[in-house]
């Protein structure tokens, strides 16, 4: 048997996780939630306006490859500076164990943001699509690498249903060709290796040919510097994950700013 990566880890837990609120909030509740009947914003969209940067900027308060990031910053100043800086999008992780995050983290960030708002999760039932849609998230994450194409496809049509937008996460070219068909608004190519946390740029090079042009492009991981992001474009990424650059100042929002300055005055 072979030794469990992070992911299965994240999984195992998950599941207890996901057990434990259906008891605690079932359906019934969240769909009393009053972000059960709202609209979501595309975010889809929001990555392709021209007089945005593309960047999604991710609000994280620690991971499995780095640790604790930054267990001060608070998340209404730094999602608020980060749409006020020009990010396309934001990104909120609401896992508790493995990344310090909450969906309160993430309704707080509706509370205070008009812009799209993905929830950082890692899915593995479909009552988590309902519960995203309960506490304020525009899109939700589907990781191919913990889904087989069927579920990514059943889930992402009920995500769709809610009017939910999906980012299929893929991290090679076997999990690019199987999920295809899934119908995902957005392919993000993860550049970070789960298993040995080694990032590289290359591998969002090396697929972006094969995603087909219908479905916008996003870069995930690893991403620190304009000149990347320049790279990524020529290639045909249009959306940009940021986390750890941006999370790892004591003011987020500043970093983002000074770098989405940058980044506009190479444009
Ligand atoms: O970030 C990790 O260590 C990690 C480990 C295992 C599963 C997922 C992980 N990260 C989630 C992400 O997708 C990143 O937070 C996101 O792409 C931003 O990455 P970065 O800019 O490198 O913080």
């Known amino acids: 048997m072979s030794t469990p990566n992070i992911l299965d880890k994240i999984i195992a837990e998950k599941r207890l996780e996901v057990a434990e609120r259906k008891e605690l909030y079932p359906v019934r509740l969240l769909e009393k939630s009053l972000y059960f009947g709202s609209t979501p914003v595309s975010m889809r969209k929001y990555i392709q306006r021209p007089d945005l940067s593309g960047i999604i900027a991710e609000f994280k308060r620690k991971s499995p490859s780095k640790g604790v990031i930054n267990a001060h910053a608070p998340v209404e100043r730094t999602t608020i500076g980060y749409m006020q800086a020009g990010a396309s999008a934001l990104s909120v992780l609401t896992d508790k164990p493995f990344f310090g995050g909450a969906n309160e983290d993430l309704t707080l960030a509706r509370r205070?943001?008009?812009?799209?708002?993905?929830?950082?999760?890692?899915?593995?039932?479909?009552?988590?699509?309902?519960?995203a849609k309960s506490i304020g998230a525009d899109a939700i994450l589907l990781i191919a690498a913990v889904l087989t194409p069927l579920q990514s496809k059943a889930f992402a049509d009920l995500a769709h249903s809610l009017g939910?937008?999906?980012?299929?996460?893929?991290?090679?070219?076997?999990?690019?060709?199987q999920n295809l068909e899934v119908g995902a608004d957005m392919i993000g190519v993860n550049n970070r290796n789960l298993?040995?946390?080694?990032?590289?740029?290359?591998?969002?090079?090396?697929?972006?040919?094969m995603i087909p042009s219908s479905v916008?492009?996003?870069?995930?991981?690893?991403?620190?510097?304009?000149?990347?992001?320049?790279?990524?474009?020529?290639?045909?990424?249009?959306?940009?994950?940021?986390?750890?650059?941006?999370?790892k100042h004591s003011r987020p929002e500043k970093a983002a700013l000074e770098f989405i300055e940058q980044l506009t005055a190479r444009a």
Request: with cysteine; charged share 30%.
């Open 195 to 209: 298993k040995t946390f080694e990032v590289s740029i290359e591998v969002s090079r090396r697929l972006a040919p």
């Open 112 to 131: 205070f943001n008009f812009c799209p708002i993905i929830r950082k999760d890692f899915t593995i039932d479909e009552y988590q699509i309902l519960e």
């Open 216 to 247: 916008v492009k996003v870069s995930e991981s690893g991403i620190s510097s304009p000149e990347t992001i320049s790279i990524l474009r020529e290639v045909g990424y249009e959306g940009f994950l940021m986390g750890e650059n941006f999370m």
């Open 164 to 177: 939910l937008e999906v980012l299929l996460e893929v991290h090679d070219e076997a999990e690019l060709q």
